[in-house]
């Protein structure tokens, strides 16, 4: 018995859909797709922001005029004590230095409070008065006075000219002289008459300084507002002045 010629497409009769409890439906379905995607950027923005960079909003005046209030800026995170260098805009956490001394003992921001700050977190905005950001003018080692005979401020026996401080303001008005301890950062505000930086903490344990290991990252550029888009570059003359080996 010869084989017949295959049934035409057109010819073939298609078999009954199911019907009953067993029918399924051939509408595609609509899972929830914006859901997932809005889950993914929130996982890859947490990531970005735990390990690479941050956002900051700036409140304060102490670092005018080279970051206003109102700034927001972006702080590269992969950076270490080794990799710092005098001259550049730091952002640290203050919770032990800074923070902890002028923080009332009764002061806490309550269940709420902190929840909506860790939430704020996740999107770059800062809430707290933990962090601060300033300008690493001593790192280990080194001897910082002011000031000079000529007014300026002095590291390892070199002036610094510092044009990036508020016109009008002296490089300090309260004296001082001190070694930097090692692991610990002297840091300061541009705004040197509006900034309660190192020179503020003299008499607190660690002498004003700050720990290398609190340094959240380095300031690296402003997106926000955008008529100051930019980078933060470091001073050379600050960071060329050889360093003291600590022991």
């Given at each position: 018995m010869k084989p017949g010629p295959d049934p035409s497409p057109h010819d073939a009769t298609a078999a009954p859909a199911p019907t009953g409890a067993a029918a399924v439906s051939e509408r595609p379905r609509r899972g929830p797709s914006w859901l997932l995607m809005l889950a993914v950027a929130l996982l890859?923005?947490?990531?970005?922001?735990?390990?690479?960079?941050?956002?900051?909003?700036v409140p304060s005046g102490s670092m005018e005029p080279t970051i206003v209030p109102g700034d927001r800026i972006l702080v590269n995170k992969l950076v270490d004590g080794s990799s710092l260098q005098r001259g550049d805009v730091v952002v640290f956490d203050g919770t032990t230095t800074f923070a902890a001394a002028e923080r009332k003992p009764h002061e806490d921001k309550g269940i709420i409070g902190r929840a909506l700050a860790g939430a704020a977190t996740l999107l770059g905005v800062q809430l707290g008065e933990e962090d601060f950001v300033k300008r690493v003018i001593g790192l280990p080692g080194?001897?910082?006075?002011?000031?000079?005979?000529d007014g300026r401020l002095e590291v390892n026996g070199t002036p610094v000219s510092e044009p990036?401080?508020?016109?009008?303001?002296?490089?300090?008005?309260?004296?001082?002289?001190?070694?930097?301890?090692?692991?610990?950062?002297?840091?300061?505000?541009?705004?040197?008459?509006?900034?309660?930086d190192s020179r503020?903490?003299?008499?607190?344990p660690g002498g004003g300084t700050v720990s290398v290991d609190d340094v959240v990252g380095r300031t690296v550029a402003r997106y926000w507002p955008l008529d100051r888009i930019g980078g933060f570059g470091t001073p050379q003359n600050l960071a060329d002045i050889p360093r003291v080996a600590t022991r």
């Amino acid at each position: 018995m010869k084989p017949g010629p295959d049934p035409s497409p057109h010819d073939a009769t298609a078999a009954p859909a199911p019907t009953g409890a067993a029918a399924v439906s051939e509408r595609p379905r609509r899972g929830p797709s914006w859901l997932l995607m809005l889950a993914v950027a929130l996982l890859v923005m947490a990531l970005v922001r735990g390990f690479l960079v941050q956002s900051f909003y700036v409140p304060s005046g102490s670092m005018e005029p080279t970051i206003v209030p109102g700034d927001r800026i972006l702080v590269n995170k992969l950076v270490d004590g080794s990799s710092l260098q005098r001259g550049d805009v730091v952002v640290f956490d203050g919770t032990t230095t800074f923070a902890a001394a002028e923080r009332k003992p009764h002061e806490d921001k309550g269940i709420i409070g902190r929840a909506l700050a860790g939430a704020a977190t996740l999107l770059g905005v800062q809430l707290g008065e933990e962090d601060f950001v300033k300008r690493v003018i001593g790192l280990p080692g080194d001897h910082v006075v002011c000031c000079a005979p000529d007014g300026r401020l002095e590291v390892n026996g070199t002036p610094v000219s510092e044009p990036y401080i508020e016109p009008g303001d002296k490089p300090s008005e309260l004296t001082f002289d001190i070694t930097v301890p090692a692991g610990r950062l002297w840091v300061m505000g541009d705004h040197r008459g509006d900034s309660a930086d190192s020179r503020s903490h003299l008499g607190d344990p660690g002498g004003g300084t700050v720990s290398v290991d609190d340094v959240v990252g380095r300031t690296v550029a402003r997106y926000w507002p955008l008529d100051r888009i930019g980078g933060f570059g470091t001073p050379q003359n600050l960071a060329d002045i050889p360093r003291v080996a600590t022991r």
